[in-house]
């Protein structure tokens, strides 16, 4: 039997002119640094060291030695090559959790963790390799 391959010329559906919005209400720059997050675990604290994936001004994607509890709150430093005292972040919910990966939504920052979080996300934002501009974000 013979497969027959397909002409690239030949595409089905229009053509996208234009890059896809991302879904999140932020842009997510990935960047890699150590954060410590602090949890309940019962009625013991728990304190673990984990890497930052991605953050954006509403939240974070973190890589951890445990899996924390889905929907839990976790106090989370952050330790940002910009200086400055670790950014310590209180009251992060965790949203997801796949593995030892998980997401946290921040809570409201206040004017300086936002600043120091906004300059991160400028510093490690990616230029998109297909069409050489930034991602799609939403201004809120």
């Given amino acids: 039997m ?3 391959t397909p002409d690239p010329a030949a595409k089905s559906g229009p053509v996208k002119t234009f890059a896809p919005l991302d879904r999140r209400y932020a842009e997510r720059a990935p960047t890699n640094c150590r954060v410590v997050y602090t949890g309940a675990d019962g009625a013991r604290i728990v304190q673990v ?6 953050l954006s001004k509403t939240g974070c994607k ?6 924390p509890v889905m929907g839990g709150d976790l106090t989370i430093q952050f330790y940002i090559e910009d200086g400055g005292a670790p950014l310590c972040v209180t009251g992060g919910q965790v949203t997801w959790v796949k593995g030892l990966s998980f997401a946290i939504r921040f809570p409201r920052l206040t004017p300086e963790e936002r ?3 906004q300059e991160v996300i400028w510093r490690n934002v990616k230029l998109s390799s297909a069409t050489h501009n930034r991602t799609a974000f939403r201004i809120t």
């Fill in 62 to 67: 973190i890589l951890g030695k445990t899996q």
């Fill in 49 to 54: 060291e984990g890497a930052l994936q991605d």
């Fill in 2 to 4: 013979k497969l027959k």
């Fill in 115 to 117: 600043r120091r979080v």
